[in-house]
């Protein structure tokens, strides 16, 4: 199926939820759009491609500190975009977006330096998809939100889970129809295995700008199981497995349940089994965020089973009249009495072969990522706020960030949202902006 084809018929074809079939009328006949990418490495790459599925865009710029990578995503995109022409090829952002001209950019690069590439893209004129978390701190992100609002840019946070259609599916016709009963209790967490081992430092090698992937952050030195895909277990690049899969979970229960940000969060944890290497994040921890009058619990463990193998990573929303558990693979609803409800994720690999070959391609989520595209195209068609939009990525990166920052200060922290700060705490309060290494300019000061 072409683009303008799975616009047009998706909606019966694919069974589209209802909210995406006007937005894709909305972006069928738009304009060709411009784009660039930050970072396209893996999720680059998977959210790009998912792009070029759906949107009527031409990609001319793709910038990355690793030259083998920059390269190899540029030969991939010349196959995969309708022109069938190859991007043009950064290894400095700067350099890319002093053309200002793109439309769209992408940033997949690692968390710390998501603000910088964010910002820099808002500037020079573009609307901006950022994966989560938006920021390594909490004055980046808010840093970051001002700058979204001030330049009038549409910014979408790669939280698909809020275009997943099973959960859109389960919000609607499950939680808005009462069906949970009072709400006042959810859990979040996952249970997912990771490795890491002994790994000897040394020099980078020679198609790999290490200075500059290392940034605003503190230097270390370069070692291989940093780089392409293992920084998020390093805390000079990461916010560690909560700023990358409770993101996600406690996103889509603020987004079920219509919660704004966490009024105080306590967290407990560290490094509980024993560990071979430098990866310094957490193994274990748990979280607790205080909504009002509902309460959302994370946890996380590297070792061990998990409670319920048929969902290792997800949600569980707690009512009086039944339970909803929810993943990536589907959602089971519970009730305390009557039929339990089941649904599985639609793959969609027959609409879209490509997704069958694609390396790396988690193809569960791939609709997930299809529909937060369009979703986002029909914010910059319309100049609204996308379903992921900027602030609702700033409030679950904060909560997420101040889990990392309670547990190790050891003690709750209260938060003020009107005014971007922890309440009573100053100790606490002068960790909300992490010290940046010279030449680079933490936004909060710029």
């Known amino acids: 199926m072409d683009r303008r084809g799975f616009l047009r018929t998706g909606a019966a074809g694919l069974a589209l939820p209802a909210a995406f079939r006007a937005k894709a009328e909305e972006v069928a006949d738009q304009p060709v759009k411009r784009v660039g990418v930050i970072g396209p490495g893996w999720y680059g790459k998977v959210d790009l491609l998912r792009l070029i599925q759906v949107a009527p865009v031409e990609v001319v710029s793709l910038c990355d500190v690793d030259k083998r990578m920059v390269e190899e995503a540029a030969e991939i995109v010349s196959h995969r975009q309708a022109s069938k022409k190859k991007p043009r090829t950064y290894g400095d952002h700067r350099e890319m977006l002093k053309e200002k001209d793109l439309d769209i950019v992408l940033v997949g690069s690692p968390d710390h330096w998501h603000a910088l590439h964010a910002i820099a893209a808002i500037e020079a004129g573009a609307d901006v998809y950022c994966q989560k978390p938006i920021s390594h701190d909490v004055a980046e992100g808010t840093a970051m939100l001002r700058a979204a609002r001030k330049h009038g840019r549409v910014v ?3 939280t698909q889970r809020r275009s997943t259609p099973h959960l859109i599916e389960a919000r609607d016709a499950i939680i808005k129809e009462g069906k949970l009963g009072r709400i006042a209790f959810a859990e979040c967490y996952c249970y997912y295995h990771s490795g890491g081992g002994p790994v000897t430092e040394g020099p980078p090698p020679d198609y790999l700008d290490w200075e500059t992937y290392v940034g605003p952050a503190k230097m270390r030195a370069y070692n291989p199981s940093i780089h392409p895909r293992g920084w998020r277990g390093y805390t000079e690049f990461s916010n560690g497995i909560v700023g990358d899969m409770a993101i996600h979970m406690l996103d889509a229960i603020r987004w ?12 407990i944890g560290g490094i509980k089994m024993p560990r071979q290497g430098p990866r310094d994040i957490s193994d274990t921890q748990v979280a607790t965020f205080k909504f009002g009058d ?3 619990v994370w946890q996380h463990r590297t070792w061990g089973s998990s409670p319920d193998p048929k969902y290792p990573w997800g949600g569980t929303i707690h009512g009086d009249k039944g339970t909803l558990k929810f993943g990536l693979n589907g959602y089971d609803f519970i009730p305390n009495e009557g039929t339990p409800i089941h649904r599985d994720v639609t793959m969609e690999l027959e609409e879209f072969p490509e ?10 989520v791939a609709p997930a990522v299809r529909y937060h595209m369009l979703d986002f195209l029909s914010a910059i068609a319309t100049r609204g706020k996308p379903v992921a939009d900027i602030e609702q990525g700033y409030l679950s990166t904060t909560a997420c960030l101040l889990a990392n920052l309670s547990m190790n200060l050891g003690r709750s922290v209260a938060w ?9 705490d100053d100790e606490a309060r002068a960790l909300l902006k992490k010290p940046y290494r010279e030449p680079w300019t933490h936004p909060a000061d710029a």
């Open 156 to 158: 979408q946070v790669g």
């Open 294 to 296: 509902v309460d959302v």
């Open 355 to 364: 997704d069958k070959t694609e390396k790396d391609l988690e193809r569960h």
């Open 416 to 424: 003020d949202p009107e005014n971007h700060t922890i309440i009573g």
């Open 256 to 267: 079920m349940l219509d919660l704004g940000a966490a009024k105080s969060v306590s967290s």
